[in-house]
């Protein structure tokens, strides 16, 4: 191969930063090899012998491919495997989940997170059942007007459901296509971000074009692109020696494959503190429901408050709270975890009372309960230390 002129290099560095890329005007794109055509083939083939067996891919119901989609945002394909069998077994049809009680779907979601999307879910069989007669509607406008329902995810259904030439664009897919086609303007910013779809688009329709007898072409495509991001095309250490597309690759041919997707200035993370109390009585703990519109609603939790002081007062607040005095309290165990751009430190205090405090709202819940209800996730760490803490006492 020719040597090639390397537009990421700055200087006597290899690499150029991700800045520096951004604000060169002479990067242009190099695709005359990079065409539909020539990639499409390239990556239906690599998907076919490589392609992982997941359990949503061994069926066209566009009922379970929603269901795995849903809990594939903001979730590892890893962790979902259980979630998405439980699901299926539990709720198999879109009638059964329009029909769940909010109790049972929070319970079969609890440790996804992000619950606003198991409501939308729910929402969106309803309107199914309302509006198309409990059958999937195959159209993509009648997809995306659904609940929880974006292009991304329409796009996602439309061609590994019904093998329609429906792009879709996510992370993985947004940083296969900057790199494959040299792209370093941030692809947050619209002009380039409808750039990345029309390139999608252009390659699920070139698929479309090919009738295959063994592959529904737009579905293996458009999977391709994210299987070849979740593990050829990764953030950090891409394999791309062992990429089916490299040949075609415009950030391989100029060594600036780390460098791209440029996505500007990170948002600094805000720290935020709580103190939570675990209060026993007679061997049971007072747990309480969060409320409705706000984050985790309608998940269980132990009483918690959020503190200015990184190391409270306990026995102070939490007497300023319930209007009683502890017979005992200690710290019990701190649960660090992200929610968005928060990264929260939740300092747990066992409480034992003398007395049952008059004033409560919530339930008393024996350990073997527990599991009755959902919990947020960082509560349900506590629940568990709740649990062996009662065991030690013994
Ligand atoms: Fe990604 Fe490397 Fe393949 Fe290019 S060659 S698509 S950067 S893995």
């Known amino acids: 191969m020719p040597p090639m002129k390397n537009l990421c290099s700055s200087g006597g560095s290899s690499v150029a930063s991700p800045h520096e890329i951004a604000v060169r005007t002479d990067l242009k794109l190099n695709i005359r090899n990079s065409k539909p055509q020539k990639l499409v083939p390239l990556l239906l083939d690599w998907f076919a012998a490589h392609a992982r067996d997941l359990p949503w891919r061994r069926t066209r119901d566009p009922y379970a ?94 061609s590994i459901a019904f093998n329609q030439p429906t ?35 252009k390659l699920v329709r070139q698929a479309f074009s090919i009738k295959h007898p063994a592959w529904p072409a737009c579905s293996h495509l458009n999977q391709s692109l994210m299987e070849l991001g979740a593990l050829v095309c990764t953030p950090r250490n891409p394999q791309c020696l062992i990429c089916p597309v490299k040949k075609l690759c415009g950030a391989f041919k100029e060594n600036c494959v780390e460098a791209l997707p440029y996505l500007g200035k990170r948002e600094t993370a805000t720290a935020r503190h709580f103190t939570a109390f675990i209060i026993e009585y ?78 409560k709202t919530g339930r008393w819940l024996a350990p073997k309960e527990f599991d009755s209800l959902a919990f947020a996730s960082a509560h349900k760490k506590l629940a568990s230390a709740a649990a062996k803490s009662i065991l030690s006492d013994r």
């Open 282 to 359: 007679k061997d049971k703990f007072l747990v309480r429901q969060r409320p409705a519109g706000v984050v985790n609603a309608l998940l269980w939790e132990f009483p918690n408050v959020e503190v200015t002081d990184t190391k409270p007062d306990a026995a102070t607040t939490f007497q300023k709270l319930y209007g009683v005095k502890p017979k005992i309290i200690q710290p019990l165990c701190t649960v660090k975890h992200s929610i968005t751009r928060y990264r929260i430190t939740l300092g747990a205090f066992s409480v034992s009372l003398a007395k049952r405090p008059a004033k």
């Open 65 to 158: 491919i929603w269901v795995s989609e849903i809990m594939l945002q903001q979730t590892q394909v890893k962790a979902v495997i259980p979630f998405w069998e439980r699901w299926m077994h539990e709720l198999p049809t879109i009638a059964a989940t329009a029909k769940a009680p909010s109790a049972k779907i929070h319970k079969l979601w609890e440790g996804l997170g992000y619950y606003t999307r198991v409501r939308n879910l729910q929402k969106a069989a309803l309107v199914i059942l309302e509006k198309h007669g409990g059958k999937f509607p195959e159209r993509f406008e009648d997809v995306l007007a659904l609940p929880g329902i974006g292009r991304y995810t329409a796009g996602a259904i439309g």
């Open 167 to 201: 792009p879709i664009l996510d992370g993985n897919v947004i940083r296969v296509l900057t790199r494959l086609f040299g792209i370093a303007e941030n692809p947050k910013e619209k002009k380039t971000n409808t750039r990345l779809w029309e390139l999608a688009e």
